[in-house]
C-alpha cells in the first residue's frame, strides 16, 4: 500500500501525540513498585531505578540522602511522631546505588537513635536499643513501613536481624506484614 506524504505526516504527527500523551499520563501516575524485592537474585532495573523520584536531605551527619519521595514523606512523620513518644531518630542511609541491595530500591532507611547527646549508628550499639526498637517498630505499620530483615528470618530474607533497617511498602502491604508477622519475600511470594 502506497501512502501520499501527506498522509505520512499525519502518522507521524498522532504519534507524536500520542507519545506526548502516554508520558503525560506516565508522569501523572508515578507509581514505583513498591513491593519490589532486591537481592542477588533480583537485582533492581536499570528502567525502575531511573524512574524513580527522590527527596533529598541533609542528615544528622551532614550528609545528603536520597530517598524515593513518598518513603522520605512518611519517614519525616515516623520521626515527628517518634519525638512525641520521646525517642528522637535520624537517617543513616536512604538510596544507594547498588542493584541488588534493598537500599538500590530507595525504599529501604536505616536508622540512627540519639541516645545521651549521641548518636548511635553502629550495629552493636543499635541492636542493644531493644526497648526503643519496640517503641519504634510498632508504630512503622501506620506510617506504611515494615522490618525489612526481621528476627529470625535470615533463612527467608538472607539477612540477619536488623532492626534499624526499614522498608517502606504502603500502609496497607505494611499492616497486613506485621500482623501476619511475615516478611516482604513472603508476602509477595
Ligand atoms: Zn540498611
Redesign the pocket.
Known amino acids: 500500500m502506497a501512502i501520499s506524504k501527506k498522509k505520512l505526516v499525519l502518522l507521524i504527527a498522532m504519534v507524536v501525540v500520542v507519545f506526548l500523551v502516554f508520558v503525560v499520563i506516565s508522569d501523572n501516575t508515578y507509581t514505583p513498585d513498591y513491593l519490589i524485592i532486591a537481592d542477588d537474585d533480583h537485582p533492581v532495573s536499570a528502567e525502575y531505578a531511573s524512574a524513580l523520584e527522590f527527596a533529598t536531605a541533609s542528615n544528622y551527619a551532614g550528609t545528603m540522602v536520597n530517598i524515593e519521595k513518598r518513603a522520605f514523606k512518611a519517614c519525616y512523620a515516623l520521626v515527628k511522631a517518634l519525638e512525641k513518644q520521646g525517642i528522637v531518630v535520624n537517617v ?2 536512604g538510596f544507594l546505588d547498588d542493584p541488588k ?3 538500590g530500591t530507595g525504599l ?3 536508622l540512627v537513635i540519639s541516645k545521651d547527646e549521641k548518636w548511635l549508628d553502629e550495629p552493636d550499639e543499635l541492636l542493644a536499643e531493644t526497648e526503643a526498637f519496640e517503641t519504634i517498630h510498632a508504630l512503622l505499620p501506620e506510617y506504611g513501613f515494615i522490618v ?2 526481621p528476627e529470625g528470618a535470615e533463612s527467608v530474607t538472607g539477612h540477619g536481624y ?1 532492626p ?2 526499614i522498608r517502606y511498602v504502603g500502609k496497607e502491604a505494611a499492616r497486613e506484614i506485621a500482623d501476619r508477622g511475615i516478611t516482604l519475600e513472603e508476602y509477595v511470594r
Open positions: 543513616s542511609d541491595d534493598d537500599h529501604g532507611i536505616d525489612r530483615y536488623e534499624w533497617h
